[in-house]
């Protein structure tokens, strides 16, 4: 893979190493249900190696409620960003945008739950700065409907932005932040962390909003996208497995 040959010239003159992950559809399958979307014990076991090097730095930037993602991941050592990077945590860092008010999205979810009690199946999930509404196990013929409430709700409320991900819709508030802002802001204070003079950047996603953080970094990382989607990531890898071996290749580095 001409990307791991890049890889092994960069880090091999001892430089730092800084590691930025999505988490669903990267460092998981994707799943029917958001539930199900478990960390593998393997994987898990290679982040912890990557966690625990003096030489690196791991963090996972998901549109996951912090909390969830927190525990999902189960890993010390980490930044944990949820909701887009609206709330950071973990590694002595802590982030929450000073303009992210959890009171428009409360708002937000009574309106969608008001307006989605004739359409079976639809769930709200509240995650503090963000609220998702997932139709998953809407009838496919009633998903126009959920279509049309969430662009109603959007309409009333120009604090909120609506990011359309898979069978899902997530309301957060719209304060111009987002992956790439998130990334950026991860990258220079784990960088700072780090003995290493020089630092090798890595950015993985499968997202259409990893897709920020792609532009986001260019130039200062190496940005890889999960799938076959046109993308502006400088490499593409074909799934979850690549990223396993890629990030098997990465702790090696850094815990040899
Ligand atoms: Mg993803």
């Given at each position: 893979m001409r990307l791991l040959d890049r890889l092994d010239r960069e880090l091999g003159d001892g430089a730092g190493l800084v590691v930025i992950l999505d988490y669903d559809g990267t460092l998981t399958p994707l799943v029917s249900s958001p539930g199900a979307a478990v960390l593998a014990p393997s994987v898990r076991a290679t982040l912890a190696r990557l966690a625990a090097s003096e030489r690196?730095?791991?963090?996972?930037?998901?549109?996951?409620?912090?909390?969830?993602?927190?525990?999902?991941?189960?890993?010390?050592?980490?930044?944990?960003?949820?909701c887009y990077g609206l709330e950071i945590a973990g590694r002595r860092l802590r982030f929450r945008h000073p303009r992210a008010r959890r009171s428009g999205v409360a708002a937000t979810e009574r309106a969608l739950a008001a307006a989605l009690r004739s359409v079976p199946g639809a769930r709200l999930e509240c995650k503090g700065l963000a609220v998702s509404l997932h139709y998953r196990r809407v009838v496919p013929s009633r998903r126009r409907a959920v279509r049309e409430i969430a662009a109603q709700v959007l309409s009333r409320r120009p604090d909120l932005a609506l990011i359309a991900g898979h069978l899902v819709f997530d309301f957060l508030p719209r304060v111009g932040w987002d992956k790439g802002t998130a990334a950026r802001w991860m990258v220079s204070r784990m960088v700072r962390t780090l003995p290493a003079r020089r630092a090798v950047i890595v950015y993985a996603g499968d997202d259409a909003s990893d897709e920020m953080a792609f532009a986001a970094l260019r130039g200062r990382a190496l940005t890889i996208h999960v799938g076959a989607r046109p993308t502006a990531a400088e490499y593409r890898v074909r799934g979850v497995r690549d990223v396993q071996t890629l990030l098997h290749r990465l702790a090696s580095f850094v815990t040899a």
């Open positions: 690196a730095r791991l963090a996972i930037l998901s549109g996951r409620g912090l909390a969830d993602l927190r525990a999902r991941v189960a890993l010390d050592g980490v930044v944990y960003g949820g």
